[in-house]
């Protein structure tokens, strides 16, 4: 079943970054843009998933703001990755990031109980990958799924959460293979789309030297091939694209979310000026303010 709702928010991943998107979202219901659609991958599945769940309002917002803080003191991604990446390769165990972010999120209010049928914000679409048949993985087409296991599949980026085996498939996130989540959308039978980019730039220099930056300059040439293709195909079926660049004024690594509130606020920042770019999105924002406007001056009236 697709989605016959015009306007989705493409919500891309970024681990700590993702609070951007939050300084961003508010920027968006301040200009009167509110999607029919919300498409998530990893972190962006979590801002996503979470909306879906409470509304896209301004109490949400406070609310998601508040819960970004608190899993900066969880330590959801701790830093020492290349530890882990080595118990990885050797099978060994004895961290469980995966069941921290999972009692987590079902303190968010994400129990396993909870269906995307029982959502009351807007259309909800978590992307993860499948390793074992390559491809992108939608959960919330079927309205019997269970919204924390696609939230889970969504952020199950190693060496920090190990991919899920579920039905025959290998789940992980999504980012591998839609990390700006617009092809999806598409799919989805969206008419428009706010795309909101976190991803981290390399240095335009040739810093590969060594395993690690050379694997993290590597990533980021591919996703933004990925990102140029899936924006080609929006263009080819006549399917505009806002693409929000979100970034930090510094680089910022996926699992630090030390940074939380100078990311919401230059977040929220880079979506206004960005927005104000936009001379097709104004009559949206004129009709939202004249629209209220109008609400108050009848209610005085009354």
């Known amino acids: 079943m697709r989605d016959r709702g015009g306007l989705a928010f493409a919500l891309g ?5 993702g609070a951007l998107q939050v300084g961003a979202l508010r920027a968006l219901l301040e200009a009167g843009l509110r999607p029919d659609l919300l498409v998530g991958t990893s972190a962006g599945a979590v ?9 896209f309002t ?3 917002l406070d609310e998601l703001e508040a819960n970004w803080f608190a899993a ?12 882990l990446t080595v118990r990885l390769m050797f099978h060994r165990t004895g961290i469980h990031v995966g069941h921290r972010m999972r009692e987590f999120f079902i303190a968010l209010g994400l129990t396993p109980e909870l269906r995307f049928r029982d959502l009351r914000g807007p259309r909800l679409i978590q992307v993860a990958a499948d390793l074992r048949e390559p491809g992108v993985v939608l959960y919330g087409i079927e309205r019997d ?7 889970l599949a969504s952020t199950a980026l190693p060496p920090w959460v190990h991919p899920m085996d579920i039905e025959g498939r290998t789940l992980m996130d999504g980012g591998v293979l839609s990390n700006l989540p617009i092809e999806p959308a598409l799919r989805m039978g969206a008419r428009r789309i706010i795309a909101l980019d976190i991803a981290e730039p390399r240095p335009t220099g040739l810093e590969t030297y060594g395993f690690g930056p050379f694997l ?12 140029e293709l899936e924006i080609a195909l929006a263009a080819a079926r006549g399917v505009p694209v806002h693409r929000l660049v979100l970034q930090g004024e510094r680089p910022v690594s996926t699992w630090d979310f030390s940074q939380t509130e100078a990311l919401i606020k230059r977040g929220y920042a880079q979506a206004v000026a960005q927005l104000e770019a936009w001379p097709e999105l104004r009559p949206t924002r004129w009709r939202h303010w004249i629209a209220r ?3 108050r ?6």
């Open 13 to 17: 991943g970024g681990g700590g970054r």
């Open 47 to 55: 801002n996503a998933t979470f909306l879906a769940v409470r509304g």
């Open 58 to 60: 301004e109490e949400a």
């Open 72 to 83: 900066a003191e969880a330590e959801l991604l701790p830093a020492n990755y290349l530890w």
């Open 145 to 151: 799924q269970s919204v924390l296991e696609g939230l």
């Open 216 to 227: 993290r300059t590597l990533a980021y040439a591919v996703e933004c091939r990925q990102i």
């Open 293 to 295: 406007l109008q609400s």
């Open 297 to 302: 001056l009848l209610g005085v009236g009354g």
